[in-house]
């Protein structure tokens, strides 16, 4: 855990890089798919051999547009493609094709929450370019392996202002970024393949200072906790070099979680390092207004539109309405589930947050591989509606339909679980209980209300727990004056 540095401020921007969904690359007809043998999928324009040219692949500035509106920032009736110059040993043209001075995406903002605390967090800039390879040294002893299948894959880096002020808004960030880019369905988010990877450009600074400190970045954090914990690490050791009479050096550093520390990678370069130029393979890339109107048109409901009118059409609280727009998968869930229960919004709700959620933590599922459909849900819940269940009757049976035992119906009546809402019958049940419980009468009425308690669960006891439970108090009640 990060110690406290009341005499500092953190500042952090991040840079991430968002995979597009493409099903092939960003300047050839090579796949993206994930797991292949190394080296299957690079074709001849990822491996830079002479006399081949880029096809810049229209689905990805597609995703970039779509990107830009969700995000309302400013998409660029013209940008340039450039070249970006290093080597290193899995770029084989000796240059990463990027964009520098003309970027697709200019501005914008995303909204975080970080406790009761809301913050807009301003964007710089989202441009287009292609992934590197891979240098594997984990498999091989004394050398190295190169594996050129992620070489061409189209990314999108998402650059943010210094905004931050702490690894806890930068997480937020970070979760609100990778939510909204597989809302948009530009991104599968999947971290540990490698298609959403952050970078923190962290500094500290005295507090009450204007002046940026020198930053350091960490690069390619593949989780939330490795990028909170990345910062943490990054912000204590920055200070005591500081207070210890240090200079911090300006430089990229790799975090290791198995000794929770950053570690130098190398000095940082600047542009001019890279030496930019516009890539002389590449015409610039014009995008017409009818074709920002035509991808805005496709666009889905934003996560904030629906959390605005999940609030106004169905009475849901901000709360509410925020955790079940955390996802789009979830936002849909729980309209399939109110369109096969209408007018219960609270009660899909309340099932949805609760068991549906706990049930897919403990299994570490998604959604998508949940045992049941919303549509079963709903027709479980209807039975609670319809008093049919009681709530502790309800959660007997969603387990038996989470372990597969079919529908809420076929289990109620399979198992006998109807809820007794006669009130002649629950009458019968209560006179017995009072007949055989007259110490219990006798403290309720001294004035003892555990004892009250104690009278309804042996009604509940007497009915095998199928008593209508409000019935039950209600009637209790009346007997007992």
Known sequence: MARSHPNWEVV????????LST?????SSASTAFGAAPNSQASVVDLALPGVLP???RGAVERAIRFGLAVGAKISPRSVFARKNYFYPDLPKGYQISQYELPVVVGGTVRIQVGDVEKIVQLTRAHLEEDAGKSLHEDFHGMSGIDLNRAGTPLLEIVTEPDMRSAAEAVAYAKALHALVQWIGICDGNMQEGSFRCDANVSVRPMGSDKLGTRCEIKNLNSFRFLEQAIEHEVDRQIELIEGGGTVVQETRLYDPD???TR???SKEDAQDYRYFPDPDLLPLVIADDWIERVRAEMPELPEAKRARLEREHGLAPYDAAALTATREMADWFEATLAALPGQAKLCANWIMGEVSARLNRDEIELA??????TALAGLLARVVDGTLSGKMAKEVFDAMWAGEGSAD???EARGLKQISDSGAIEKIIDDVLAANPKSVEEFRAGKDKAFNALVGQVMKASKGKANPQQVNDLLRAKLG
């Open 55 to 57: 096809v810049l692949n």
């Open 264 to 266: 130098a990678m190398r």
């Open 369 to 374: 591989q949940a045992p049941i459909t919303a």
């Open 12 to 19: 952090i921007g991040l840079e991430t890089h968002a995979q």
């Open 23 to 27: 099903r092939s690359k960003i300047f």
């Open 410 to 412: 076929a289990i109620i």
């Open 259 to 261: 000794r929770d520390e």
